[in-house]
């Protein structure tokens, strides 16, 4: 048989396709890898924020190199509730990933403003240039698969803001639902950078995916002027539509995309309710790294298997999801995360690494309910305000 022209081709640089790639080269440096993507850069435009406990100290070593920005902690306000908690929080970088795959990854395997037309277990077809590999590995992010999913939309932009006087945040604002409640669970996300840079998102829990960019960057001046702070230049600007996954059959859902491995958002990895998809690409990434069969069969069974696991351990945070957009108003949607953040501080470190116990999960739904029980249980029944299917805006 002759060789094959690569033995991994990874479809997509972004923060999944990215990591694997790193992954894969500090545990089998001889492997030619290759990561193929349609952009200019890898990694895209994007801030990852995460908080420490949401990686294992064991993988650290992979997602240090990202972090352009580390607190000991952050804040979250309600209309009737502000805690500090003291959980590190850490703001990792696409520039910095893109910087770190072409110090690690030879010059000729990172392959940037290539779209891929087709994809195999075993080849990747760019153009009229068909490349064989011993396999692949799709991290291209969401597909048409998330047709055969309901739930709702988070939605934001985000401003990386220079002021003219020093803003005088400490730590990170993690959410300031402290506003006006609109288009759904509206909150403001605050990173300060540096003693005069900020980077103000406005965020919301929506039930369409449209975005009005030009609306929300005028919500992000006002709020900025609330806070007493005049922006001197906006220096970068993020925008993104994520899945809030509720309900969905996720046979279908794999089966829309093929037999190939998948990873990140193409494999659904993502947490149903915050559409936090961090350290489930790290612990993925890691996992494949342990592996000794990286054929495409192999790959495929072991994403499948990994996915199914994780659909599996999301039930909860669907459920949740159900209730926030199936029990709730739009305007009181704030009510279910403020009687959250009342919560143990470990509690609520689990349920954003997505590693929330039995215990954790009847702390959560002990008391009385944020949202009137008659539609909670509708909302758990099918019932309650209708789910939207999540198809995958243009």
């Not at 492997?31 to 890898?42: K, N, S």
């Not at 929300?216 to 702070?229: D, H, K, P, T, V």
Request: glycine share 10%; charged share 20%; net charge neutral.
């Amino acid at each position: 048989m002759p060789r094959p022209d690569l033995d991994i081709a990874v479809l997509g640089g972004g923060l999944a396709g990215g990591l694997i790639a790193l992954a894969l080269t500090k545990a089998r440096p001889e492997l030619r890898l290759a990561v193929i993507e349609a952009g200019a850069t890898f990694g895209g435009n994007h801030i990852w924020s995460f908080f420490a406990s949401d990686v294992a100290p064991a993988d650290r070593w992979l997602t240090d190199p990202l972090v352009a920005a580390w607190w000991d902690g952050y804040d979250v306000r309600f209309p009737d509730h502000a805690r500090r908690l003291a959980t590190p929080y850490t703001s990792a970088t696409s520039e910095r990933l893109d910087m770190w795959l072409r110090e690690t990854l030879p010059a000729g395997m990172l392959l940037t403003g290539l779209t891929v037309d087709a994809a195999t277990q075993a080849s990747v077809t760019v153009g009229d240039i068909t490349l064989t590999a011993g396999g692949v590995i799709d991290a291209r992010g969401a597909s048409g698969g998330l047709a055969h999913m309901a739930g709702g939309w988070q939605k934001f932009l985000g401003c990386l803001v220079r002021l003219e006087e020093p803003h005088e945040l400490e730590r990170p604002i993690v959410m300031d639902a402290d506003v006006a409640q609109l288009d759904g669970y509206r909150f403001v996300y605050c990173l300060p950078f540096s003693h005069d840079e900020v980077f103000i998102e406005d965020t919301y829990y929506s039930d369409a995916p449209d975005l009005d960019r030009k609306t929300l960057a005028r919500r992000i001046e006002a709020y900025a002027s609330e806070q007493g702070w005049r922006i001197a230049d906006v220096t970068r600007e993020e925008s993104g539509v994520l899945p809030v996954i509720a309900q969905g059959d996720f046979a279908a859902f794999w089966r829309a995309g093929g037999d190939i491995a998948r990873a990140g958002a193409r494999a659904g990895l993502v947490h149903p309710l915050t559409s936090y998809s961090l350290p489930d690409a790290v612990r993925f990434a890691t996992h494949l790294a342990q592996l000794d069969d990286l054929s495409g069969a192999s790959l495929a069974r072991e994403s499948y298997a990994w996915a199914q696991a994780h659909w599996r351990q999301g039930s909860f945070y669907r459920m949740l999801a159900k209730m926030l957009f199936g029990a709730s108003t739009p305007a009181t949607r704030y009510k279910l995360l403020e009687r959250f953040y009342r919560l143990p501080q470990p509690l609520i470190e689990r349920f954003y690494a997505g590693r929330s116990t039995r215990l954790d999960k009847l702390r959560v739904l002990t008391g009385k309910p944020p949202v009137p029980v008659g539609a909670a249980v509708s909302a758990l029944r099918g019932g309650g305000f209708p789910l939207s299917p999540l198809k995958v805006p243009a």
